[in-house]
DNA sequence: CTGTTAGCGCCTTCAG
DNA sequence: CTGAAGGCGCTAACAG
């Protein structure tokens, strides 16, 4: 194993530069006042021995990591990589980088990570979390000024938040209304799994009892938010209960699973059964028949997190909820 | 703004305790013999007065700073996603962070992040980078013991490599061989935009000349890894072009541009039109037609780039390039 | 404009 | 098994 080369540090450079550690922090930084010949001088020294400041060095001193954490379920969905793209535009014009951390939808990873981040290794964090109760987010978030929730709201307004306007259960009642208008009387709900399920669950036996459609409560069924888990759990659903005429799924991976299980089990589509998502992903337009969803601005909402973000960094604490509309975007498997 | 709360240190413990930092130190890292009593004690006080410790603080003696670096060049690409999961949860099991940098396909952004990397922030680095040519990045690679190259080799064995074992090349012959075995003899390529782009056109011409296909040096367009850059450039090449009867697209991103392309020019595919992608994402199987595409364990990929890291972090600079063969998926759009 | 002093929070080393 | 001393590389604060 190659020796690894020694850092070059500051301090090697003050003194083939033949200055103070110093005036070539100053240098480095950009910061105080220093005469043109030094800086110079001290650049081209640098850049000829290779210094490269150490961050933790750095960080040690001055508290800023210049890093801002996310935190996301699950990083192949188009959803949240869009948003991620989002965030990392913004911080990357600020000079910040950023650290992913990949729940896999797994909640004890989920804790695990927010514990982690508060070793302080980022000077902010943007949590997009649907499913760890606010009894435990809450404690985790609390202890810092710089939070920001995407699709999420704190109570006491520890957080900012960028959100779609209206919610999930919004968006059950209006894919509902749609399906209901060609027809449909007879749909069941397959929603991400989630910390209020069970909300979730009594929200669409209201919305079924009042727009008159038929009651079948065992038609609800939470689900991972995964094509594959939208397939099986759609296949179980769609077999068991052959009445069933409509399904409204909880993201697009879900509803596109559930979209082929329909044709799998040689369901026509929407005629026998009408299907609808939510996020429109880019895949929702171009699966055959094309899938009926909402449209949220994902990489808007990453990147206004993230400002939201740098804003609460630099001191303003002022509380913001950013909302964003969700659009029916309406296509062949539910018209 | 809320005042920050001063950070809890190891100092403080060891007070609260009644030890010496390094006591508590011994504790929190369990390395060094401890009687059983003070460890108790020492958990319980750190536990109760919120101890953390600090990354930066650590990382400075150390030298080690418990994260790698992951760069791609876009994370909204499902291929690139699921790379990254399979490093996440590699990192993850072994108490390791990842950083991610996307550089959206922008080289200059490819270099800065790869020079930044430098500041000794992560203790080792995954990168995937087609298009930074070798000039620039073995420079910023050779510095390093811990390096891993995703679809790239590194000359003089600087890096362990994991890739596909034939590489684009390879998968243009067999796509240009399934292609004609239908009947196709006019067919394009559109590849990544990609450092070596002209030995691919090269490449592109030879395997024509051997097939016995016709030549269009013209039909041979380099294009981003984007559905959008896909439909744009499909649409100019069969637009102006109109006998061609088969494109063969970089990745399944491009193809699934290039198919809506065909279709909104009224093109049957695969009858008037064949077409090809490459990576075999989610959306190739869904789509319809569905997409001809090379298989290829993304995942796998991730998880042995994260691997032969920390194979390299330990010490163990053996060379491996690892091989994963790809494999042609033949569905609708190329029967 | 430049230098000095001190210390960030932790771990390595060496003594008990 | 436990502690004291010292320093990682950098910058804040204060001098010149």
């Given at each position: 194993?190659?020796?690894r080369r020694?850092?070059?540090t500051?301090?090697d450079?003050?003194?083939?530069?033949g200055?103070?550690p110093?005036?070539?922090?100053?240098?480095?930084?950009?910061t105080?006042?220093?005469?043109?010949?030094?800086r110079?001088?001290?650049?081209?020294i640098?850049a000829?021995?290779g210094?490269r400041?150490?961050?933790?060095?750095?960080?040690?001193?001055?508290k800023?990591?210049?890093?801002?954490?996310?935190i996301?379920p699950?990083?192949?969905?188009p959803?949240?990589?869009?948003i991620?793209?989002g965030?990392?535009?913004?911080?990357?014009e600020?000079?910040?980088s950023?650290?992913?951390?990949n729940?896999?939808?797994?909640l004890?990873?989920?804790e695990?990570v927010l514990?982690?981040i508060?070793?302080?290794?980022?000077d902010?964090?943007?949590?997009?979390?649907?499913?760890?109760p606010?009894e435990?987010?809450?404690p985790l978030?609390?202890?810092?000024?710089a939070?920001?929730?995407?699709?999420r709201?704190?109570?006491g307004?520890l957080?900012?938040?960028?959100?779609?306007?209206?919610?999930?259960?919004y968006r059950?009642?209006?894919?509902?209304e749609?399906?209901?208008?060609?027809g449909?009387?007879?749909f069941?709900y397959?929603?991400?799994?989630?910390?209020a399920?069970?909300?979730?669950?009594?929200h669409?036996?209201?919305v079924?009892?009042?727009?008159?459609?038929?009651?079948?409560?065992e038609?609800?069924?939470?689900?991972?938010?995964?094509?594959?888990a939208?397939?099986?759990?759609?296949y179980?659903l769609?077999?068991?209960?052959?009445?069933?005429?409509a399904?409204?799924g909880g993201?697009?991976?879900?509803?596109?699973?559930?979209?082929?299980?329909?044709?799998?089990?040689?369901?026509?589509?929407p005629?026998?059964?009408?299907?609808?998502?939510?996020?429109?992903?880019?895949?929702a337009?171009?699966?055959?028949?094309?899938?009926?969803?909402?449209?949220?601005?994902t990489y808007?909402?990453?990147?206004?997190?993230a400002?939201?973000?740098f804003?609460r960094?630099a001191?303003?604490?002022?509380?913001?909820e950013?909302?964003?509309?969700?659009?029916l975007?309406?296509?062949?498997?539910a018209p």
């Open positions: 194993m190659t020796p020694q850092r070059v500051l301090t450079v003050a003194r083939e530069a200055g103070s110093m005036t070539v922090s100053r240098v480095i930084n950009d105080g006042r220093i005469s043109a010949t030094t110079v001088h001290v650049r081209a640098a000829q021995i210094y400041p150490s961050r933790a060095a750095r960080a040690l001193v001055t800023r990591t210049m890093m801002v954490g996310a996301v699950d990083i192949t969905n959803y949240f990589a869009t991620v793209q965030i990392e535009d913004q911080a990357w600020r000079g910040y950023v650290w992913l951390a729940t896999n939808e797994t004890s990873r989920e695990a514990s982690q508060e070793e302080s290794s980022v902010g964090r943007i949590v997009c979390s649907y499913r760890l606010d435990v987010l809450l978030i609390e202890k810092h000024e939070v920001v929730l995407i699709n709201s704190a109570p307004h957080a900012n938040t960028v959100r779609s306007r209206n919610g999930y259960l059950l009642r209006v894919a509902a749609h399906v209901l208008r060609s449909k009387r007879r069941g397959i929603p991400l799994r989630h910390s399920f069970q909300a979730g669950r009594d669409y036996l209201r079924l009892s009042e727009l008159g459609a038929e009651e079948h409560p038609w609800c069924v939470e689900c991972a938010p995964t094509w594959q939208g397939y099986t759990t759609g179980a769609l077999d068991t209960s052959p009445a069933g005429d399904i409204i993201n697009d991976l879900i509803a596109l699973g559930i979209l082929r299980a329909a044709q799998d089990l040689g369901r026509r589509v005629d026998d059964v009408a299907i609808t998502g939510s996020d429109d992903i880019l895949l337009a171009q699966v055959k028949p094309s899938l009926t969803s909402f449209r949220v601005p808007a909402m990453g990147s206004m997190a400002q939201l973000l804003r960094m001191g303003d604490m002022t509380y913001i950013h909302l964003y509309d969700e659009e975007i309406v296509r062949e498997s």
